[in-house]
RNA sequence: GGGGGUGUAGCUCAGUUGGUUAGAGCGAUCGCCUGUCACGCGAUAGGUCGAGGGUUCGAGUCCCUUCACUCCCGCCA
C-alpha cells in the first residue's frame, strides 16, 4: 500500500462505504460554514468532497489550509444524504470524513486560480503553465493528446509499420524554411540543422529496406507563429511505405482518419469516403487549396460575361480587357436580405485591401432584372447566361470580384468564409475530410519570376516518367497530395521521385546545377542511385489533429509547454543569453549591430 | 517587416463629455455561520491606470513615442 494514499480522488463511491481510506491531493475549493469544512480534494483522476466539523480538535488549522496546498488525508467514506448527492461528480455519492491530515506541500498566493473556468491572459498562463496545466480543460486536452498519439501508434503497428526514429542533428538544406541552426564544437565554423521534417531520413529508411515506416516525429522551423502554428516546433505522424503508388496510401491514412476520428469524436463525418478534388478545381471553386468543404458556397468564373457588347460595367470591362479576370460567389435566397448584409460584406472586402465586392441579386417580375447597385449594367440575356454559368436561381445573388487570378482567389477565398459564416452556413458539428490531389511541380516566384518548387522536390511528376516532355514546366503535375479538413490543411504527401536522372532534370527546370544538387542533397541523391524502391508517404500534423479532436481554435490549447507567439518560453526563459566561455568553445562571436 | 485588438488591485473586468478621494466580483487576511458543492454574511489590506513625453487649471480618459501580449498579412518546399 503507497505511504501517502489507498485511493485516487476519482474513485472512491458506495462501494467503499464506511472504509477508512486515505486520499492526497491539492486543495481545489473550500465551502467554510464556520462550524463545518467542506473541502474539495483534487488529483489527476477527479475530485472527491471532504468533510470535518468542530468537533475533531484539528478543525481549525484544517480550515486556515490555502487552496492548492498539498495534503493528504485520511478519513472515513461515508454516503451521501439523498438530497446532498452531487450528480455532476463521479464521486458524489459519497464523502470522506477528515480524521486526519497532513500537509505535504506549501503554496504561495496564487497568482491565477485553479478552480475556475475563465479565460486569463496568455502570458501568465504560460509563464505558470504548471499552474494552468492544473486547470481541468486543459489538464483533459493533454490526456487526449497522448491518447490519440498512443491509438495512432497501436493503429500503425496493426498496419504493419514500424516506427523508426532519425537524427535531430542533421544538415542544413536549401529548400523550404528557415533552418534552426546548431554550431558544431568540433567543427569550427560549421552547423548542425534542426530537421524541419525528416523527409530524407525517410525516404532513406525506404532505400534501406525497411518497407513501411511511422514515426511521431519532431519537426523545426525558424518561422512566424499563428493560431494554428506553434512557433519553433510541432509534431507530425510521419509515414513512407515502399512499392506504393497514391491510392495505397490514401487506402493507409483514410482507415486510419475514420477510425481516430471516430473513437475521439461525436461529430458527425460529412464523407466517409474522402472527396478528391483536383488542385486546380479547388483554386477555382473555393479559391483555396485547403477548402472548408461544410461550407455550401461555391465560386466561378465569369469572365467571358465582361467581353459581351450588352454588358455596360465599365471598370471590369477595362480590366478584363487588360487580362484581369472576374470570379463570382453565389448565395441561395438572399434578394429579400437587408441593403445593409450587403453593404457589410463590401465593406469587409475593402478591409481586407481589395476594391470591394460587387453584388446584384436576380429576380423575376415578367422579365429577370438584377437587383443591386451594379444590377443595371447587365441585360437579360446576359443575366442568363450569368444563372447558367453560376448555377444561380431567382432570389440568390452574385457577388464578384475582378482582378489578378491569385488576388481573385485570394478574396473570394476569404469571403466565402466571411459571408458563409454571416448566413450560418456552417455546421459546427460536422467534420468535412477532403484530398487535394494533382498538385503542380513548379510555379512561378512572385519576386523573383523565376520557376521554383511549389510543394516538395522530390515528387514524382505524372505522366510516362521515361519520356516525360519537360518543356512546358509549368503544365506538370505531381503525385502531390493534401489532406484538408474543416479547412485546415492536416497534412502533405507524395509518391517520391526515386529516378536521379528524373531528379537531376526537375532540379535543373528550378535552377539547382547537377553540383548542387550533389551537394545539398548529397545523403538522397546518393542513395537513389544505389537501388531504391518506389515509394511515397505522407505526414499528418498532430497538434492539428488534437485541435480538431479537442475542438480548440489555438494550438497552445494542446500543446504542454507551448512558446508565445515571439517564439520565448516565458517559463524556462528561452531562448536566453548565454556564457562568453561557451560561445568561445563554439567559435561564435555575437556581432555588433 | 506591415496591419488590427488588448493593457486599470494577485486574477477577471467596469470606469459616461477630460472634473473632487479610481470601483465591482473572485482571491488574500480577520470575524460570524453545521449540509455546502461558484455556500452565505461582515470588515480589512491591496493601484507607477504597461512605460515615457505632450496638450490642459485639471488626464485612467485626448495627442505623440515606446513596450508587452494576441490575431492577421508576409513567411511556413
Redesign the pocket.
Known sequence: MSKYRTHNCGELSLKNKNETIKLSGWIN?K??????L?L?LRDHYGLT?C?I???NTIFKNVE?L??ETVIQIEGKVLE??T????K??KT?EI?VVIQKYKVLADTK?????IF?D???????R?KYRFLDLRRNKIHSNIVLRSKIISFIRSEMQKYGFLEYQTPILTSSSP????DFLVPSRLNPGKFYALP??P?QFKQLIMVSGFDKYFQIAPCF?D???????SPGEFYQLDIEMSFVEQEDVFKIVEGLFLNLFKKFSSKKLLHEKFPRIPYDEAMLKYGSDKPDLRNPLIISDITQIFKREDVNFEIFKNLVSNGSIVRSILTKNTSEKPRSFFDGIDKWAKEEGSSGLAYFSIENSNKLTAKGPVGKFFSEECLKEIMKLTNAEVGDTIFMSCGKKIDVEKLLSNARNKIASELSLIDENIFSFCWVVDYPIFEID?ITKKIK?????FSMPQGDIDNLDLSDPLKLKAFQYDIVCNGIELS?GAIRNHKPDLMYKLFNIAGYSRETVNEKFSGMINALSYGAPPHGGIAPGIDRIVMLLADEK?IREVTMFPM???A?DLMMNAPSDVDDNQLKELNISKRKK
Open positions: 475549493k465551502r467554510d460554514h464556520g462550524n463545518l467542506f474539495d468532497q468533510v466539523d468542530k468537533s486556515k490555502p487552496l451521501r444524504d438530497d446532498t448527492v452531487n455532476i461528480l458524489g464523502e498566493e496564487l497568482p491565477l486560480p475556475s475563465q479565460e486569463y491572459a496568455e502570458e501568465i504560460l529548400e523550404g524554411a528557415r524541419q521534417a523527409q522551423r518561422e512566424d507563429a499563428r493560431a494554428d502554428r512572385e518548387f511549389s510543394h516538395n522536390p502533405s489555438n508565445n507567439q515571439n520565448q
